[in-house]
């Protein structure tokens, strides 16, 4: 059996004298699609600022293929990463997002890193946009062009924070299926912060379930599994979208 | 080290030929398949077919891959046929994924525009921004009317603390600044008037020139780069962020409710401060004189007092209410037109202060002259 890619050990987050989660310990195994769930406010996003090198936690580690990722170090990143609200730089045209990590990491020559614009753009599905601003596009096609730059360094593994927050069903689908594909086709890890559950069932093979009150993980597994099973009723309720009084 | 990848081109016939792939194709070695790749595609013209061979590929990555995308969509647009060939089951799905066995399609270029179509394009655009100006006058006029009718419907919480943040706030600043010019311009004369003889006019020269012209103007550019910046950048982010629509969907105008109480601070705090600069000029030019022209400080508070009459004071006061509503006026249209998030925030914002700018002097000049011929 090889080693996880990603082992997070008694990681405790938050900051001053609040503490949103605490002594939380999982892995990330290569290749998987691995969820992050909860309710709103429990601290899904604020987890992810700690597992990418954002933030420095309270205490415990977080480690990637044995290295803590630490973002207050400038140099070439470990893993993409995809923010909410696709976080393009609103100075640059998509193709200009795309291209500055290649420009600034690789020694590719103009035409070649023009050429992987072009091809991580048709990926997602944006090839007419290469030339548009960002305040010219719709939030679902922030996110894509979002996905394209996190992987425009060709990572192993991916960070994506509510992909599918915001956008309508057909979009939602379309993203879905193209995390399935990249998964599937080039093996790509992904770590997907979500609270839709059609696209948790869809894409997710594993998870965690945090929760806001007890400040730690309630749940762990295949999401299948997990609604099907759990007798936990924070966790029922949520997975199957009925009130904790009624799911108790 | 040895590349993981290996390639090797082989001509079957005058017009087909083949770029021969093998091993592992991989993003962290793309710079030399690149190279290789761009050294064998040349060797195919309009007309002849160059296929990239894949049988021997064991594995490839997305970067490889959008390379050789890239290159067979570059060799179709020059007239050579190019396809993946022999690929196994994994390696045709990546070739699926990044769209190399679809049809190429042309590439729009946009053309660059020529220099009388960036010139005429401008013109338009400074003639559309003046007509946007001149329409929201017109509503701040009537959104005024409006207030006035009903008196209830003023937004009267936000005026105190915009008062306290665009006047109060700016008093050092405005102090310090007049202070400085007065001192200034009472050196750059007094090395003249003491050739004559007559220090004293030092005071006529400061007295009059800040009353008139540098008091109120130097005030209005302070509050121009303080509050109308900040009016723009407020606003700006608030119409980004929806809050403007969010407004108006629960009942407010932005007029009523925004940009009133913005103008209204200004024309009441901005004369005052021009008031406080008049002083504050004076003062520094009185240090001068006292310091370096052997006047009293009697003497010359005396001359300043013979000297400058009311109107000149008084014409200051009128420019700066002008100047007031025009800093206030830009600021908030600048502001509400913002559109493109954070970079369209610091587009309207500098905006502001360019044309604020352009706009006191041209004022400035205007009044100057209009007093003048009204033999004001």
Same mark, same amino acid.
């Given at each position: 059996? #090889?080693?996880?890619?990603?082992?997070?050990?008694?990681?405790?987050?938050?900051?001053?004298?609040?503490?949103?989660?605490?002594?939380a310990?999982f892995?990330?195994?290569?290749?998987?699609?691995?969820?992050?769930?909860?309710?709103?406010?429990?601290?899904?996003s604020?987890?992810?600022?700690?597992?990418?090198?954002?933030?420095?936690?309270?205490?415990?580690?977080?480690t990637?293929?044995?290295?803590?990722?630490?973002?207050?170090?400038?140099?070439?990143?470990?893993?993409?990463?995809?923010?909410?609200?696709?976080?393009?730089l609103?100075?640059?045209?998509?193709?200009?997002?795309?291209?500055?990590?290649?420009?600034?990491?690789?020694?590719?020559?103009a035409?070649?890193?023009?050429?992987i614009?072009?091809?991580?753009?048709?990926?997602?599905?944006?090839?007419?946009?290469?030339d548009?601003?960002?305040?010219?596009?719709?939030?679902?096609?922030?996110?894509?062009?979002?996905?394209?730059?996190?992987?425009?360094?060709?990572?192993?593994l991916?960070?994506?924070?509510?992909?599918?927050?915001?956008?309508?069903?057909?979009?939602?689908?379309?993203?879905?299926?193209?995390?399935?594909?990249?998964?599937q086709q080039?093996?790509? #890890?992904?770590?997907?912060?979500t609270?839709?559950?059609?696209?948790?069932?869809?894409i997710?093979?594993?998870?965690?379930?945090?929760?806001?009150?007890?400040?730690?993980?309630i749940?762990?597994g295949?999401?299948?599994?997990?609604?099907? #099973?759990?007798?936990?009723?924070?966790?029922?309720s949520?997975?199957?979208?009925?009130?904790?009084?009624?799911?108790? | 080290?040895?590349?993981?990848?290996?390639?090797?081109?082989?001509?079957?016939?005058?017009?087909?030929?083949?770029?021969r792939?093998r091993?592992?194709?991989?993003?962290?070695?793309?710079?030399?398949?690149?190279?290789?790749?761009?050294?064998?595609?040349t060797?195919?013209?309009?007309?002849?077919?160059?296929d990239?061979?894949?049988?021997?590929?064991?594995?490839?990555?997305?970067?490889?891959?959008?390379l050789?995308?890239?290159?067979r969509?570059?060799?179709?647009?020059?007239?050579?046929?190019?396809?993946?060939?022999?690929?196994?089951?994994?390696?045709q799905?990546?070739?699926?994924?990044y769209?190399?066995d679809?049809?190429?399609?042309?590439?729009?270029?946009?053309?660059?525009?020529?220099?009388?179509?960036q010139?005429?394009?401008?013109?338009?655009?400074?003639?559309?921004?003046?007509?946007?100006?001149?329409?929201?006058?017109?509503?701040?006029?009537?959104?005024a009317?409006?207030?006035?009718?009903?008196?209830?419907?003023?937004?009267?919480?936000?005026?105190?603390?915009t008062?306290?943040?665009s006047?109060?706030?700016?008093?050092?600043?405005?102090?310090?600044?007049?202070?400085?010019?007065g001192?200034a311009?009472?050196?750059?004369?007094?090395?003249?008037?003491?050739?004559?003889?007559?220090?004293?006019l030092?005071?006529d020269?400061?007295?009059?020139?800040?009353c008139?012209?540098?008091?109120?103007?130097?005030?209005?550019?302070?509050?121009?780069?303080r509050?109308?910046?900040?009016?723009a950048?407020e606003?700006?982010?608030?119409?980004? &962020?929806?809050?403007?629509?969010?407004?108006?969907?629960?009942?407010?105008?932005?007029?009523?409710?925004?940009?009133l109480?913005?103008?209204?601070?200004l024309?009441?705090?901005?004369p005052?401060?021009?008031?406080?600069?008049d002083?504050?000029?004076?003062?520094?030019?009185?240090?001068?004189?006292v310091?370096?022209?052997?006047?009293?400080a009697?003497?010359?508070? &005396?001359?300043?007092?013979?000297?400058?009459?009311?109107?000149?004071?008084?014409?200051?006061?009128?420019?700066?209410?002008?100047f007031?509503?025009?800093v206030a006026?830009?600021?908030?249209?600048?502001?509400?037109?913002?559109s493109?998030?954070?970079?369209?925030?610091?587009?309207?914002?500098?905006?502001?202060?360019?044309?604020t700018?352009?706009?006191?002097?041209?004022?400035?000049?205007?009044?100057?002259?209009?007093?003048?011929?009204?033999g004001?």
């Open positions: 059996m #090889t080693d996880p890619l990603f082992k997070v050990v008694d990681l405790t987050i938050g900051w001053d004298e609040t503490v949103v989660q605490k002594e310990t892995e990330i195994e290569r290749g998987e699609i691995f969820a992050i769930l909860g309710g709103s406010g429990c601290g899904k604020t987890l992810l600022r700690y597992l990418v090198g954002l933030e420095t936690p309270i205490s415990g580690s977080v990637i293929d044995g290295v803590a990722p630490d973002q207050s170090v400038p140099g070439r990143p470990l893993f993409g990463v995809m923010f909410q609200s696709g976080a393009l609103g100075s640059f045209t998509v193709g200009e997002n795309i291209a500055l990590p290649l420009q600034t990491w690789t020694t590719l020559p035409d070649a890193i023009g050429g614009v072009a091809a991580k753009l048709r990926l997602v599905g944006l090839e007419s946009a290469e548009r601003m960002p305040s010219e596009l719709s939030g679902g096609m922030c996110k894509r062009a979002g996905i394209a730059r996190a992987m425009a360094l060709e990572p192993d991916l960070f994506l924070d509510e992909p599918s927050a915001g956008l309508d069903p057909v979009s939602a689908v379309e993203l879905d299926e193209l995390i399935l594909d990249l998964n080039l093996g790509l #890890t992904f770590v997907v912060v609270h839709d559950l059609d696209s948790i069932f869809k997710g093979k594993s998870c965690i379930m945090l929760d806001r009150e007890s400040k730690s993980i749940a762990r295949d999401p299948r599994v997990l609604r099907d #099973t759990s007798t936990d009723p924070r966790v029922h949520f997975f199957n979208r009925v009130r904790q009084e009624e799911a108790s | 080290m040895l590349p993981a990848f290996a390639i090797e081109h082989v001509q079957a016939s005058t017009d087909r030929g083949e770029i792939l091993g592992i194709l991989r993003f962290a070695e793309a710079a030399p398949l690149w190279t290789e790749l761009r050294r064998l595609e060797k195919a013209s309009r007309g002849q077919t160059l990239f061979e894949m049988s021997a590929v064991q594995r490839i990555d997305g970067g490889a891959m959008a050789l995308a890239c290159l969509a570059e060799l179709h647009r020059r007239g050579v046929k190019s396809e993946f060939m022999a690929a196994d089951e994994q390696v799905r990546i070739i699926h994924l769209g190399g679809h049809a190429v399609r042309r590439l729009k270029r946009r053309r660059p525009l020529g220099t009388l179509d010139l005429g394009r401008a013109t338009v655009s400074i003639l559309h921004e003046l007509r946007l100006v001149l329409a929201f006058l017109g509503q701040i006029v009537v959104a009317a409006g207030v006035l009718r009903s008196p209830r419907s003023a937004n009267l919480r936000e005026l105190p603390a008062m306290e943040r006047g109060a706030d700016a008093v050092p600043v405005i102090i310090v600044i007049n202070f400085l010019v001192v311009m009472a050196f750059q004369s007094a090395a003249q008037l003491k050739q004559f003889g007559a220090n004293i030092v005071a020269l400061i007295g009059i020139s800040i008139r012209e540098l008091g109120p103007l130097m005030t209005a550019i302070v509050v121009c780069g509050s109308g910046a900040a009016f950048a606003l700006g982010f608030m119409q980004v &962020n929806e809050e403007i629509d969010a407004l108006r969907t629960m009942g407010f105008g932005p007029m009523r409710y925004l940009v109480p913005r103008v209204a601070a024309i009441i705090v901005v005052l401060l021009s008031l406080l600069a002083v504050a000029g004076v003062l520094g030019g009185l240090a001068v004189g310091t370096t022209l052997d006047l009293t009697r003497a010359y508070l &005396n001359q300043t007092m013979r000297v400058v009459s009311l109107w000149d004071v008084s014409s200051g006061i009128v420019k700066s209410v002008v007031a509503f025009a006026l830009i600021a908030c249209q600048q502001g509400l037109a913002t493109g998030g954070a970079q369209g925030v610091g587009r309207r914002t500098t905006s502001t202060v360019v044309i700018m352009f706009t006191l002097i041209l004022i400035d000049a205007v009044l100057t002259i209009f007093f003048r011929v009204a004001l």
